[in-house]
């Protein structure tokens, strides 16, 4: 009788999809620094509206894909009612939705990056990018969203050599507990946080 052979267990297979060059380098980074394996689709967005992010975030999970998280800053779609009704009408399509995670800043990603820097908890409101990075230049002068200065600085091992991860985690967590609390439609929040502790515990 011919023994069975035993099929491995295919390889959980996870891709990040984001909706700018900031996104996509500080994730690449990211995979790097901490030896994750996961795919991040599109290679460069050709595309940041959210509708052709979660489109592509769909196609993944239809390619076969485990997880897949969907990366926005929300500071363009909550600004316009229109847009905030669209985004909220789509996140809400749970079987379209399925295996995705949505990981979301407010107003950018860039947040994220400035709590590694902050010395105690603030709940101050930045309503767009150029609000925040001002703050965020003190800690880095020559920062900008452009290929140049992302290849030349990696901001994943940057953050955690010069900014403190830990607490920008904690501050993250605190954000997302007054958010809920709070009535200012525009409060700032980040969950990029509860993205890295899933890689981890994969």
């Keep these: 009788m011919a023994r069975k052979s035993k099929q491995k267990p295919a390889k959980f297979q996870v891709a990040i999809v984001g909706e700018g060059i900031s996104e996509w380098f500080y994730f690449s980074d990211m995979k790097r620094v901490e030896n994750f394996s996961f ?44 847009e905030r009704q669209r985004y909220s009408k789509e996140k809400q399509k749970k079987k379209a939705n399925k295996n995705i995670v949505f990981t979301e800043s407010m107003p950018c990603l860039e947040l994220w990056f400035l709590l590694h820097f902050l010395g105690h908890f603030s709940s101050k409101v930045y309503e767009d990018y150029s609000q925040v990075v001002k703050p965020l230049k003190k800690f880095i002068p020559e920062y900008e969203k452009t290929e140049k200065f992302f290849k030349a600085k990696k901001m994943y091992a940057f953050l955690q050599e010069k900014g403190n991860p830990k607490k920008a985690s904690e501050f993250a967590t605190r954000l997302l507990s007054e958010k809920e609390k709070s009535d200012e439609p525009l409060y700032n929040f980040s969950n990029i946080h509860e993205l890295l502790e899933k890689l981890k515990s994969l």
Excluded: M, Q, W
């Design 39 to 82: 795919k991040l689709k599109p290679d460069l967005p050709k595309h940041s509206d959210f509708k052709s992010i979660i489109r592509t975030a769909r196609d993944k999970v239809e390619e076969g894909y485990d997880l897949v998280f969907c990366v926005l800053d929300l500071d363009r779609i909550l600004s316009n009612d229109v």
